[in-house]
């Protein structure tokens, strides 16, 4: 492998009209090679195929050592990870490592056992700054944020911390979220909108109904507790609260819920030939690119995953990030209208 190896970065030289040093130094990310000549020689290594060894066949040195490490604890109650973090953890994974940043992501289920070897695994870790991203159990994300001073709390407003616990959050305004889209319903002359959240408990679910509830009595509409249903955040939970709600006869002429919840939707509508939007219209929310296609294709409040990541790492590589007082940073979701509402924006 040592000798392809050479010969590969040879190669890639003698194309390029460089030397090996050169090379070399590109596809190590060395800042002592211009950005276009890294460009054309990382472009001509993946044109000949060139695999690196580990090591590259060169001692470990200055330019491979990292800035520094930042661990990211996932916590995955009730919202699955691949569906609603996958563009937020790529994000924070590309810009760490721009910044030459080791990045050690782990998870939390609320497994008992499992979170005993995290807390661990945090006493141990000599990792310079951490974020805690997503859904926890409240007494463990409580001992987590008492476990890691100055961690930096993403996609949860943390609204059951206790106060003494001091950390600093970057959410989304989900009580707008669902404000924008009941308005938007509602303009579309629907009136009777279902809710359709999860667990009750979740602060997804508070703020959502906040946001529904405010829109609703500022337009003098009055809420029927019946059009709010609680589900565990899945498709398969989603249809099956639309199939009951049909079967006891609840009627509704909107649904607003999250993305993955609208795909159960969509099933079950349409499974009893019930249409989309004529009969029932359709909002999602968090613009995930399940909902370009469904069809019709979904009406979504999006939230920007990866503004989320980029801000949240610019705030952690912050010198002076240590404050006297936690940082909050809410940020504004965006309407896209599609047609599972009937009404198409101009385009």
């Known amino acids: 492998m040592e000798i392809k190896n050479k010969k590969s970065i040879a190669s890639i030289a003698k194309k390029c009209g460089v030397s090996t040093m050169t090379v070399s130094r590109a596809l190590r990310n060395n800042a002592l090679v211009k950005d276009d000549t890294r460009r054309k020689i990382i472009a001509i290594a993946e044109e000949l195929g060139y695999i690196p060894s580990p090591r590259m066949g060169r001692p470990s040195n200055n330019d491979s050592v990292p800035a520094g490490k930042v661990q990211l604890i996932v916590g995955t109650i009730g919202r699955s990870i691949a569906v609603f973090h996958s563009q937020l953890l790529t994000t924070i994974e590309q810009q760490l490592s721009a910044h030459k940043y080791e990045c050690l992501i782990r998870t939390c289920s609320g497994d008992f056992q499992q979170f005993m070897k995290l807390q661990e695994n945090i006493r141990i870790s000599d990792a310079e700054a951490t974020m805690i991203i997503g859904s926890f159990i409240p007494e463990q994300l409580n001992a987590l944020l008492q476990s890691v001073p100055n961690a930096l709390l993403l996609d949860n407003p943390g609204l059951s911390m206790e106060r003494n616990v001091f950390h600093s959050s970057f959410t989304f305004d989900n009580s707008e979220a669902a404000r924008i889209a009941t308005r938007h319903l509602l303009d579309c002359g629907r009136r009777r909108i279902l809710l359709l959240c999860g667990e009750p408990e979740h602060f997804f679910s508070r703020d959502i109904e906040t946001g529904y509830r405010e829109v609703m009595e500022y337009r003098k509409l009055k809420v029927d507790k019946k059009l709010i249903i609680h589900s565990d955040f899945t498709a398969e ?89 936690p940082y909050r940073v809410q940020l504004l979701p965006v309407l896209e209208i599609r047609e599972s509402t009937g009404i198409i924006a101009a385009e």
């Not at 819920?257 to 969509?266: H, I, L």
């Not at 219209?281 to 920007?304: E, Q, Y």
């Not at 980029?310 to 240590?322: G, P, S, T």
Request: proline share 3%; with cysteine.
């Open 237 to 325: 939970s989603a249809c099956s609260a639309i199939n009951t709600a049909l079967d006891t006869g609840l009627k509704f002429d909107a649904v607003f819920t999250n993305d993955e919840m609208a795909s159960g939707v969509y099933r079950a509508l349409l499974e009893r030939k019930i249409m989309i939007p004529d009969d029932i219209a359709v909002c999602g929310c968090d613009g995930l690119p399940l909902g370009m296609h469904l069809f019709p294709r979904l009406t979504s409040v999006a939230l920007n995953y990866e503004e989320l990541g980029r801000m949240a790492v610019e705030y952690i590589l912050n010198a002076d990030r240590k404050l006297s007082q």
